[in-house]
């Protein structure tokens, strides 16, 4: 049973999801988290010699990865996908100001420590960017590789019109229909995907989560979290000595190729910007693109 301050999504939802059909892992009992139970998925060998970490974002979760996923276990490796707080098959809590950035953040490094994660690729994305890209500072030896697409590291320096856009809907309508917006960002997606998008979220109760992120981009001074983004920045400009492939979806109207441009200025040593011309905001929809390139930039394959 879930924490009385929380909701769970009733397993029912997510049964028959297109191209979907990996088996969920629970935790429940994360550090500052105990109670709520964080969904996650655990793919390919358990001993592989590279880990793949998929950070989903908003307002999508895990089924972000599933046509990623078995190109990336295919070629040998594991793949971790893990629910935010509020997503998914993860537990939502109720109240709406339980969601901040370091709520996210602390559960995310709570679940990294967890699964003990060595030898790890982050995967990158919207929210899975601004929060994953903070991972690589506090576990330098762990984090080896990124692939980033379609994100970036706020510091309270202002928004796009997009973003701006984005924002205002989001507080205007926060009854929205989570499977529709995915669609119409999506040009590939059918019906059932849309619909299996949406299925975390049965009524408005559970998007609490949904609802808040837009509002937790530190787009103005003083929010919570520039302080770690202007430090996570700093790290990749003079110490990080790994490997990062950065993609972007063409198509997306806000995380575009512009942003993209002077994300990859700030981190040492990253790949030219790999365009996938077709893609939109969630790249990972065009994984039979993504993934082999990224591959094949780490050699990988």
């Keep these: 049973m879930p924490r009385d301050d929380a909701l769970r999504t009733p397993e029912t939802r997510f049964e028959n999801l297109p191209n979907y059909d990996f088996a969920p892992n629970y935790v429940d009992d994360l550090p500052g988290y105990e109670g709520l139970r964080m969904h996650y998925l655990d793919e390919g060998p358990r001993d592989a010699e590279v880990t793949f970490l998929c950070l989903h974002g908003e307002p999508s979760w895990a ?171 700093e790290f990749f400009q003079n110490q990080w000595a790994g490997e990062c492939f950065m993609a972007v979806g063409m198509q997306d109207p806000v995380l575009g190729k512009d942003t993209m441009a002077v994300l990859n200025k700030m981190i040492k040593g990253c790949s030219d910007l790999y365009e996938i011309a077709e893609g939109g905001h969630f790249v990972q929809e065009w994984a039979d693109e993504l993934t082999p390139a990224a591959l094949e930039y780490f050699k990988l394959s």
């Excluded at 109240?95 to 679940?111: C, G, I, Q, V």
């Excluded at 009854?175 to 590939?188: A, E, P, Y």
Aim: include cysteine; aromatic fraction near 12%; charge should be neutral.
């Design 63 to 233: 089924y972000l990865y599933r046509k990623m996923i078995p190109i990336l276990t295919a070629a040998g490796h594991r793949c971790v996908a893990p629910d935010f707080f509020g997503f998914g098959r993860s537990d939502k809590p109720k109240d709406d100001a339980t969601y901040t950035y370091h709520f996210h953040r602390n559960a995310l490094k709570a679940f990294f420590e967890r699964m003990d994660l060595q030898n790890v690729c982050t995967i990158n994305q919207d929210w899975g960017g601004l929060l994953g890209l903070t991972l690589p500072m506090d576990y330098p030896d762990r984090i080896t590789r990124m692939i980033v697409a379609n994100t970036f590291l706020p510091t309270g320096q202002g928004a796009s019109e997009g973003f701006t856009a984005w924002k205002n809907f989001v507080a205007t309508n926060p009854k929205f229909d989570v499977g529709d917006l995915m669609q119409r960002s999506t040009s590939i997606m059918t019906n059932a995907e849309a619909t299996a998008y949406g299925a975390p979220f049965p009524d408005p109760s559970y998007m609490g989560g949904v609802r808040r992120f837009p509002a937790l981009v530190m787009v103005e001074p003083g929010m919570e979290g520039i302080d770690v983004s202007k430090r996570a920045i």
